[in-house]
């Protein structure tokens, strides 16, 4: 089985290598992709959509449709994520829950049934609890504001700098996640609940899509964002522009909390009661 | 930019990639393909691809390590081929 899968992982790499060969040229002005619509994007984003960043006007307007549905695709890998890993069943053999006296240090182990003393100063550990560290975990909270700001900042500055919602997204999602590892999974559970973040997800999708829709009802087509000229109180060129920061923003909030819901569902095994 | 260093990030790629494939430690893996995706990020940005090598950096080299490293802390972190 090894050797009928090295030779095939070998033979298609071998026929990407020779048909790599009839590629034109690395920056070659004459090649097909750069004399069909990249001249027009160059010359007319800017005029077109005051989008000084022609990587996100193509992305979030020339071509946003697909950008919709990677948004879709992402959605997706979290839903599926969460129907395959999530359990609601409560196992039979309860194990042991673990507690920590914060002030001496000391676990307890607590049965089935069994109560803490009545104290403010217990907290629940996991059962894979490394001993507590006080540098990691307070470096991490430090951190995570710091994170978080960035993320907002590669969101809302996509139009003129490399970034948008799925960078953004994405580094707002590991700040939650990197709070998750520092502390424990019931620290963010806490924060950002279960459902909350599924319905977030939706949300996000809701709002790309939800666009799209409102500019079809105001009578252009599906996203053309220059229908919403009216709704915004700006120019038809300026409400491209906004528009694609809506959808950007819509983007964001889908990935960040797909990141989330991913990470919950599978350091916990889908049981959301002990994380990584 | 700088031809040699050019090749020796592609160089880097290569052996990541293909060390990413024989490690038999999943975890090492996980880590491999990591620095896979950063030496791809780097790659990115020198062909100019800045909006593409930031999407590699945040989502190859950060979140879905993290996820890598998740998996195989609640699965096993011996590959059984």
């Given at each position: 089985m090894k050797i009928i899968g090295l030779i095939i992982a070998l033979t298609t790499g071998g026929f990407l290598v020779y048909a790599a060969v009839d590629f034109p040229d690395w920056a070659d002005p004459q090649s097909p992709a750069s004399t069909h619509v990249s001249p027009h994007y160059i010359e007319k984003t800017m005029e077109e959509t005051s989008v000084p960043n022609i990587v996100t006007a193509v992305l979030a307007d020339y071509r946003t449709f697909d950008t919709m549905f990677e948004t879709t695709v992402i959605f997706s890998a979290a839903v599926a994520c969460f129907f395959i890993l999530r359990t609601f069943l409560r196992e039979e053999e309860r194990r042991?829950?673990?507690?920590?006296?914060?002030?001496?240090?000391?676990?307890?182990?607590?049965?089935?049934?069994?109560?803490?003393?009545?104290?403010?100063?217990?907290?629940?550990?996991?059962?894979?609890?490394?001993?507590?560290?006080?540098?990691?975990?307070?470096?991490?909270?430090?951190?995570?504001?710091?994170?978080?700001?960035?993320?907002?900042?590669?969101?809302?500055?996509?139009?003129?700098?490399?970034?948008?919602?799925?960078?953004?997204?994405?580094?707002?999602?590991?700040?939650?996640?990197?709070?998750?590892?520092?502390?424990?999974?019931?620290?963010?559970?806490?924060?950002?609940?279960?459902?909350?973040?599924?319905?977030?997800?939706?949300?996000?999708?809701?709002?790309?899509?939800?666009?799209?829709?409102?500019?079809?009802?105001?009578?252009?087509?599906?996203?053309?964002?220059?229908?919403?000229?009216?709704?915004?109180?700006?120019?038809?060129v300026m409400a491209r522009s906004h528009g694609i920061l809506i959808v950007e923003i819509g983007v964001a909030i889908a990935v960040t909390t797909a990141m989330v819901w991913i990470y919950n569902n599978v350091s916990s095994r889908g049981k959301y009661d002990e994380g990584l | 930019m700088l031809w040699q260093l050019d090749l020796a990030i592609l160089t880097l790629v290569v052996i990541a990639a293909v060390g990413a494939l024989m490690v038999k430690d999943l975890l090492g893996a996980a880590i491999l393909f990591g620095a896979y995706s950063f030496m791809m990020c780097l790659l990115w940005t020198i062909m100019g691809a800045v909006d593409v090598a930031f999407t590699e950096a945040s989502v190859g080299a950060g979140v879905s390590t993290v996820f890598f490293v998740a998996a195989v802390f609640r699965t096993t972190r011996r590959t059984k081929d």
């Open positions: 042991e829950r673990l507690y920590r006296h914060v002030l001496t240090g000391v676990t307890v182990r607590v049965k089935e049934g069994g109560k803490i003393p009545p104290s403010d100063d217990f907290e629940r550990i996991d059962d894979s609890w490394i001993p507590h560290d006080l540098i990691i975990k307070t470096i991490c909270r430090l951190l995570v504001p710091f994170i978080q700001i960035f993320a907002l900042y590669v969101v809302a500055h996509g139009h003129h700098s490399p970034g948008g919602g799925f960078q953004g997204g994405v580094i707002f999602g590991a700040s939650i996640i990197v709070l998750a590892m520092s502390h424990d999974l019931r620290t963010v559970l806490q924060r950002i609940g279960e459902k909350v973040v599924g319905v977030l997800c939706a949300m996000g999708v809701l709002l790309y899509a939800g666009t799209g829709a409102l500019c079809l009802l105001l009578g252009l087509n599906f996203l053309d964002y220059s229908a919403l000229a009216p709704v915004l109180g700006v120019g038809p | -």
